[in-house]
């Protein structure tokens, strides 16, 4: 981000607690050599994890098994042209801790829909990111759709 561009570096610990309210993010991922996007329903753990839930045959538990991903979450009024993003990327898991998994079957993600036998992906935040737009379309009293350029 450079100065005056319109956005805002959001830290960590604000980066976290906004993807905390929204119920939906992206998992970004390798599937055959090529990147993959996803939607999917994911709750923040207590210690900042990411932690999603699938049918454990899914292709997404099997490609994303003890490999590296990203996760996006967003917020954004395109109407006031304002928001934010968050990008978490790390080492994700599926989960295989008994102990682990019921906690997570009781407190944990829910998935959109239900399969007979489901999995926890674990994903660690080794790096955070994110952003807020705090310029929109009159960025220091200036209308930007009537600027050429």
Not at 73 to 83: M, P
């Amino acid at each position: 981000m450079y100065p005056q561009d319109g956005f805002r570096e959001l830290g960590r610990t604000e980066a976290l607690r906004l993807m905390a309210t929204v119920p939906v993010g992206r998992i970004v991922y390798t599937r055959r050599a090529m990147p993959a996007v996803l939607p999917v329903t994911f709750v923040l753990d207590h210690d900042g994890a990411v932690l999603l839930r699938t049918a454990a045959g899914s292709a997404l538990a099997r490609a994303v098994d003890r490999a590296v991903v990203a996760f996006e979450t967003d917020d954004v009024d395109a109407a006031r042209q304002a928001g934010w993003s968050v990008v978490v990327t790390g080492s994700a898991a599926v989960v295989t801790d008994p102990g682990e998994r019921e906690r997570l079957f009781r407190d944990g993600p829910v998935a959109w829909v239900p399969a007979r036998h489901e999995v926890f992906v674990r994903i660690e935040p080794e790096i955070v990111t994110g952003r807020e737009l705090v310029g929109g379309r009159s960025l220091y009293g200036v209308d930007l759709a009537t600027v050429e350029g």
